[in-house]
């Protein structure tokens, strides 16, 4: 099956239009917005996890990895750094960290002033793994976005975090209606 276009009528134009002879009287019009966020998140979920399966990894042990090389030399943090650096929760960080260090990726190392604090560090091959599954990740992203100008994906990237605030202020308020 090809991929809807611009200008054809794609699967949320056809639930909208639905919901618009069923319900008349709601208002479909944010499913223009979310619906296909949704859907693009899906397609982009799909594209990632293919990429980074190709170098035996799982999309968390990658986002473990890429924290560890964003942190720099000598590229090591503690599973609480870790659970911090917003990409890895901290209920699976050890799950993850295990099997990392099983593949040879990463080492757990034990603070020199502190025996209690333990580190996790990149090995060499798991440097080398990170850095290319990263260079062939981002080359994924800009062919997903290669229909996008670079002032459109600029505009794309405000409106996106305009959203995500808009989206944190509601949980805020439905939150608070809850107390």
Not at 60 to 85: I, M, W
Not at 115 to 128: D, I, M
């Amino acid at each position: 099956m090809a991929a809807s276009r611009p200008g054809d009528q794609d699967a949320v134009a056809k639930v909208i239009e639905d919901w618009a002879r069923e319900r008349p009287e709601l208002d479909t019009s944010p499913l223009e917005v979310l619906a296909r966020l949704h859907r693009s998140f899906l397609r982009y979920s799909t594209g990632l996890t293919e990429s980074v399966e190709r170098h035996g990894l799982s999309v968390a042990g990658f986002d473990v990895l890429t924290a560890l090389r964003r942190s720099g030399e000598p590229y090591r943090l503690t599973a609480g750094q870790l659970a911090d650096s917003g990409l890895v929760s901290s209920a699976g960080v050890t799950l993850r960290i295990d099997r990392l260090e099983k593949d040879g990726l990463i080492v757990r190392e034990r603070d020199t002033q502190d025996r209690r604090v333990v580190y996790c560090r990149l090995t060499e091959k798991g440097l080398a793994t990170v850095d290319t599954a990263f260079a062939e990740h981002l080359d994924n992203e800009n062919r997903m976005l290669g229909g996008l100008s670079p002032s459109e994906r600029r505009q794309l990237a405000r409106l996106l975090r305009k959203l995500e605030i808009s989206i944190l202020d509601a949980d805020e308020e439905r939150a608070g209606a809850t107390r």
